[in-house]
């Protein structure tokens, strides 16, 4: 059942459409349009099931003030959004029933500062038992920052690489815990500090040897982005959820860490597709998800469409080297 002000709105003889869309549907237009690099083209995708009462609201809406609207009801619309209005930008509003973001084709391209993304739904009052009493949310989707998630090959077998990406992060966004925070965060595998430690004295024989001390700087500066004051007290070194590293406590996947012993790449599987699904539910919090790997992994690619993976080379020549 849909909020009874809806079919209201509607059939009420209304000139003022945006008034109405902004009364029974919570859309502020000048949010709509207005990103944090200035304004975006007036092009909008409607992802919404067929036969949307609220997508022929919009529809009228967005063609009232001149805007291009397309629809995934339309073979074909969602490449054609992508391909002729990728410079210009736009918007990109989903239903509130579309939440397989790891399925939406080439999502991770558009996942630029061109395009605004929004979510319709609906919520019920606290006070109210009534379900005409639900009210209209429209929700902003992938604000903005990111979250790179480094592999644990990477950490392994390309420590200066994985040096170089923490040291960018720290230039990046310094150290005031209040800017990151809400920006954008690192990720590694569960109890990540304790495996690069343990990296450390594994091959601090070797490296003393050659004179490297990557891997001890790697942990370091792993230990500066995540320091004592934001590590869980009840299972140190592992940091707390508002740090700004993601990386959960091993009890929580206990396999993973048997895994990468025998099968590196059964293991990296395994926590991509934890980090995967660990996205979709931060989708109101962080812009873009990268996977920084030693190879681009084509699967990965394939099966999450709402991830960014890359080599360290390849996201220094896109984001970096410019």
Not at 28 to 56: C, H, K, Y
Not at 183 to 207: F, I, N, Y
Not at 284 to 292: C, G, L, M
Request: hydrophobic letters at 40%; a positive charge.
């Amino acid at each position: 059942m849909k909020p009874a002000a809806l079919g209201t709105a509607n059939e009420a003889n209304i000139t003022n459409i945006e008034t109405v869309v902004n009364a029974v549907l919570g859309i502020e237009t000048n949010r709509l349009f207005t990103s944090f690099r200035g304004a975006v083209g007036r092009n909008v995708f409607l992802m919404f099931p067929p036969q949307s009462e609220e997508a022929d609201l919009l529809m009228r809406f967005f063609h009232t003030i001149g805007a291009k609207v397309y629809s995934s009801s339309i073979p074909g619309s969602w490449r054609y959004m992508l391909n002729a209005h990728n410079k210009a930008g736009g918007v990109i509003m989903l239903h509130s029933s579309v939440y397989n973001y790891w399925q939406i084709p080439d999502l991770s391209t558009f996942l630029n500062p061109k395009f605004n993304f929004f979510q319709l739904g609906y919520r019920t009052s606290l006070s109210s038992s009534d379900p005409d009493q639900r009210k209209y949310t429209c929700t902003t989707l992938f604000p903005h920052g990111y979250v790179m998630y480094i592999t644990d090959s990477v950490f392994a077998y390309e420590p200066r690489k994985a040096r170089l990406l923490i040291d960018n992060f720290i230039r990046e966004f310094g150290l005031k815990p209040s800017k990151a925070m809400e920006t954008s965060k690192l990720a590694g595998r569960p109890g990540l500090k304790r495996w690069l430690l343990q990296l450390a004295v594994e091959h601090s024989e070797e490296d003393r040897k050659a004179k490297d001390d990557t891997r001890i700087k790697l942990f370091l500066a792993m230990d500066t982005i995540a320091p004592i004051s934001a590590t869980e007290p009840n299972d140190p070194p592992n940091p707390l959820p508002e740090a700004r590293l993601v990386s959960i406590p091993p009890s929580t996947l206990p396999k993973h860490a048997q895994l990468w012993n025998d099968d590196e790449q059964k293991a990296n599987d395994y926590i991509v597709n934890w980090f995967a699904g660990w996205a979709c539910t931060q989708v109101t919090n962080f812009r873009r998800f990268f996977v920084i790997h030693t190879e681009v992994e084509t699967n990965w690619k394939r099966k999450y469409a709402h991830l960014q993976v890359m080599t360290t080379d390849g996201y220094f020549d896109k984001f970096v080297r410019k």
